[in-house]
């Protein structure tokens, strides 16, 4: 009997760690759909990248307040994890505090990781009050209705209750170190569970009913951990982990660098080579005939649906973006959420028939208007606000040049544009021997 609880423990495991990996895959399969795109180039510098954006968090300090609150809740995920191992031992093998043959450091460790719990909880204290009572106006757009709000609550929710759980655990513990119940070895040292949670559960003086207390504690913060894990594939706090691949992927060239569509630019330079034969038929390639610009998330390279994945919903490129700021409707976050729902939904698709069966939608129109693409200054504002590289100028340029270039959709304005420079060799309505008119009025 006394092993059923172990065994119970391990099947809860065996059973996250399963849900988790499946998902894994299932976003590693959705993220392969896109194009595949080469970005193994200067890994030194990708590896500066990452340690300096995801890891050192570089960018965040442009909001001091935020950065440091951000940073007591990303520390203390890390290390508070270390505790979480030690849970994960007992609960395999039937111990109790197991790497409390450290002694001392033991101690100092466990007092450590209460303070920065601590930290932790009143982060996300502060955190929902800038959403919900000082309600910063980012967090309060047109994109973060329904879901993505409540979905930022639920993280913040979760958390404060892990903390409490770690310190009415470590604060039952404690009691029932002093009351030298066997099994509770004395070991740990509970700087906050010592005078948050210890002196009520030491009101109680009944040993089973703080054992109990300590039990419950107990599994709620693995269980919670467990269900957290796998709560990440369908929150916005999935970047914890792709921050990482993400920030490594990164751009490396000039932000204000456009890239060139290989099948136009070939073509311009066998239209300039004084040797290529202006009447030789093209040589079509072999398969499905490209699509010039992105229709949906199949022509999008795997980076951009990588950062789709990665978006943390903070809303820095929408606050920087001048046409956001000016009321029109283009939101880079909302451009970032969208290619994401719609990659969600083909995945739904994938997984209902077995393989992706048109469903008569598209990225550009259902679920991104030529109206918010169109509002785009191209400043590149968007991406040097984003705490973690996410480029989502890359995904609008993409879609604009299928609105132009398969469509035939630009605004009026740019189509006469257009039209001038092929018919007069410049963007003016009149022939190149009427120019210098002007200066003869």
């Given at each position: 009997m006394k092993y059923i609880p172990n065994l119970i423990f391990l099947l809860l495991m065996i059973g996250s760690i399963w849900f988790f990996t499946k998902n894994v895959k299932k976003l590693i399969r959705n993220i392969k759909l896109g194009k595949e795109i080469t970005r193994f180039d200067h890994p030194k510098e990708r590896w500066k990248t990452m340690i300096r954006v995801a890891l050192g968090q570089g960018k965040m300090g442009v909001r001091p307040i935020p950065a440091i609150l951000h940073t007591f809740v990303y520390v203390g995920f890390v290390l508070i994890n270390v505790?979480?191992?030690?849970?994960?031992?007992?609960?395999?093998?039937?111990?109790?505090?197991?790497?409390?043959?450290?002694?001392?450091?033991?101690?100092l460790m466990i007092g450590f990781f209460e303070i920065l719990a601590f930290l932790v909880m009143i982060s996300c204290i502060v955190f929902w009050c800038r959403r919900n009572i000082v309600k910063i106006a980012?967090?309060?757009?047109?994109?973060?209705?329904?879901?993505?709000?409540?979905?930022?609550?639920?993280?913040?929710?979760?958390?404060?209750?892990?903390?409490?759980?770690?310190?009415?655990?470590?604060?039952?513990?404690?009691?029932?170190?002093?009351?030298?119940?066997?099994?509770?070895?004395?070991?740990?040292?509970?700087?906050?569970?010592?005078?948050?949670?210890?002196?009520?559960?030491?009101?109680?003086?009944?040993?089973?009913?703080?054992?109990?207390?300590?039990?419950?504690?107990?599994?709620?913060?693995?269980?919670?951990?467990?269900?957290?894990?796998?709560?990440?594939?369908?929150?916005?706090?999935?970047?914890?982990?792709?921050a990482f691949p993400n920030t490594w992927f990164s751009k490396l060239e000039p932000k204000a660098e456009f890239n060139n569509l290989k099948s136009v630019t070939d073509e311009v330079k066998m239209m300039m080579d004084p040797n290529a034969d202006p009447y030789a038929t093209p040589t079509e390639p072999q398969g499905e005939a490209e699509t010039f610009g992105a229709k949906d998330v199949f022509d999008l390279n795997q980076i951009q649906l990588l950062n789709a994945y990665t978006c943390t919903e903070c809303g820095r490129c929408s606050s920087e973006c001048p046409a956001n700021i000016t009321g029109k409707k283009l939101s880079p976050r909302k451009i970032m959420m969208d290619t994401r729902d719609r990659l969600e939904t083909i995945s739904k698709n994938i997984d209902l028939n077995g393989k992706y069966v048109d469903d008569g939608k598209t990225l550009v129109n259902d679920y991104i208007?030529?109206?918010?693409?169109?509002?785009?200054?191209?400043?590149?504002?968007?991406?040097?606000?984003?705490?973690?590289?996410?480029?989502?100028?890359?995904?609008?340029?993409?879609?604009?040049?299928?609105?132009?270039?398969?469509?035939?959709?630009?605004?009026?304005?740019?189509?006469?544009?257009?039209?001038?420079?092929?018919?007069?060799?410049?963007p003016w309505q009149f022939n190149n021997a009427d120019r210098l008119n002007w200066a003869n009025d």
């Amino acid at each position: 009997m006394k092993y059923i609880p172990n065994l119970i423990f391990l099947l809860l495991m065996i059973g996250s760690i399963w849900f988790f990996t499946k998902n894994v895959k299932k976003l590693i399969r959705n993220i392969k759909l896109g194009k595949e795109i080469t970005r193994f180039d200067h890994p030194k510098e990708r590896w500066k990248t990452m340690i300096r954006v995801a890891l050192g968090q570089g960018k965040m300090g442009v909001r001091p307040i935020p950065a440091i609150l951000h940073t007591f809740v990303y520390v203390g995920f890390v290390l508070i994890n270390v505790e979480v191992l030690e849970i994960l031992i007992d609960g395999v093998f039937g111990t109790h505090r197991v790497l409390s043959f450290l002694g001392s450091f033991y101690n100092l460790m466990i007092g450590f990781f209460e303070i920065l719990a601590f930290l932790v909880m009143i982060s996300c204290i502060v955190f929902w009050c800038r959403r919900n009572i000082v309600k910063i106006a980012r967090f309060w757009k047109p994109e973060m209705k329904g879901w993505p709000k409540e979905d930022a609550n639920y993280i913040l929710y979760m958390e404060v209750a892990f903390m409490m759980a770690l310190f009415t655990m470590n604060g039952a513990d404690q009691v029932l170190q002093q009351m030298n119940v066997p099994h509770y070895t004395h070991a740990g040292s509970f700087p906050i569970s010592s005078w948050l949670t210890a002196p009520v559960i030491r009101q109680f003086n009944d040993t089973t009913f703080i054992y109990i207390v300590e039990r419950t504690a107990w599994w709620f913060h693995i269980i919670g951990i467990f269900f957290f894990l796998n709560y990440l594939y369908y929150s916005k706090h999935l970047h914890i982990i792709l921050a990482f691949p993400n920030t490594w992927f990164s751009k490396l060239e000039p932000k204000a660098e456009f890239n060139n569509l290989k099948s136009v630019t070939d073509e311009v330079k066998m239209m300039m080579d004084p040797n290529a034969d202006p009447y030789a038929t093209p040589t079509e390639p072999q398969g499905e005939a490209e699509t010039f610009g992105a229709k949906d998330v199949f022509d999008l390279n795997q980076i951009q649906l990588l950062n789709a994945y990665t978006c943390t919903e903070c809303g820095r490129c929408s606050s920087e973006c001048p046409a956001n700021i000016t009321g029109k409707k283009l939101s880079p976050r909302k451009i970032m959420m969208d290619t994401r729902d719609r990659l969600e939904t083909i995945s739904k698709n994938i997984d209902l028939n077995g393989k992706y069966v048109d469903d008569g939608k598209t990225l550009v129109n259902d679920y991104i208007t030529p109206e918010e693409l169109w509002a785009c200054t191209s400043c590149n504002a968007c991406t040097q606000a984003c705490p973690i590289n996410i480029d989502p100028l890359s995904i609008i340029i993409d879609l604009r040049r299928y609105l132009v270039m398969e469509q035939s959709a630009a605004p009026q304005e740019l189509n006469m544009m257009m039209s001038n420079v092929e018919n007069n060799g410049a963007p003016w309505q009149f022939n190149n021997a009427d120019r210098l008119n002007w200066a003869n009025d």
